[in-house]
């Protein structure tokens, strides 16, 4: 593929509002005596996690201070309400100032407080009661709405390039540097191993030879030696990276069709 313009950048920067970091998994929280309170809410939430998102660090608080004790960062966050939201809007604000880019789900164990609940705009809200799908429906979401707001920060000739993980097309090894194919057309080249890239972005990102890794959503369809991109461009699968590929193609479509 042809960019439509080439930018060489010295640097990779991180991107610090949804942090893609070397060994950094997605943190999920559940608060306030949750798996006390309701064995088989905390049960089908950790099976969920599980098929979803097998990256993720999922951490029990007893209580608040606990919560908002914690040094790492909380990706989202299941929160037990035991009064009224009015008697813990205090509380709630707190946790969405400590975790800012955090997906609040709030719980209840009736709908008693449902219309409180909206002058606190929650991502969900959930009783315990609810159904494993109800509850998957909310996780899943959550952990969907994460990752497309996660990119990479590029800094070249003074200026700093975001790119949208879900915005890359490709990424393609050239040698000592990667080329990150975007859907606008351009090309960003950077100094790093695709191995290295592939480490830090590799949920939806499936590689197909040695020399490129593809975003799975740009994937129209995969052959038995190649695969169509949504630019009607086609890359081949080496054959060491055809069943690998292949399966965790099948598991993306899975995946994306629960949403």
Do not use: W
């Amino acid at each position: 593929m042809r960019p439509r313009k080439l930018i060489r950048c010295r640097c990779l920067h991180l991107d610090n509002v949804e942090t893609i970091l070397d060994g950094v998994k997605m943190r999920v929280a559940i608060c306030n005596r949750i798996r006390e309170t309701s064995s088989l809410f905390h049960e089908n939430l950790r099976s969920i996690l599980d098929i979803h998102e097998s990256s993720a660090i999922f951490t029990a608080y007893e209580n608040v201070v606990e919560l908002l004790a914690e040094t790492q960062k909380c990706d989202i966050i299941f929160y037990l309400l035991n009064t009224s939201v009015e008697d813990e809007l205090d509380v709630i604000d707190k946790i969405r100032k400590k975790y800012r880019n955090g997906k609040i789900i709030l719980v209840a164990e009736s709908g008693t407080y449902l219309k409180e609940a909206y002058k606190v705009q929650p991502f969900r809200y959930l009783f315990l009661s609810d159904s494993r799908a109800e509850i998957r429906e909310a996780l899943v979401s959550a952990i969907n709405s994460n990752k497309k707001r996660k990119g990479l920060v590029l800094e070249g000739a003074g200026k700093y390039y975001y790119i949208l993980l879900q915005d890359i097309l490709y990424i393609e090894a050239l040698g000592d540097e990667i080329g990150i194919y975007t859907l606008d057309g351009n090309e960003y080249i950077i100094r790093m191993s695709l191995n290295r890239m592939l480490f830090l972005i590799e949920d939806d990102f499936i590689k197909l030879n040695r020399q490129k890794i593809v975003h799975a959503r740009h994937i129209e369809s995969i052959k038995h030696e190649e695969a169509m991109l949504v630019n009607n461009e086609n890359i081949l699968i080496s054959g060491r990276e055809r069943k690998k590929a292949a399966e965790k193609y099948a598991e993306y479509i899975y995946r994306t069709k629960l949403l």
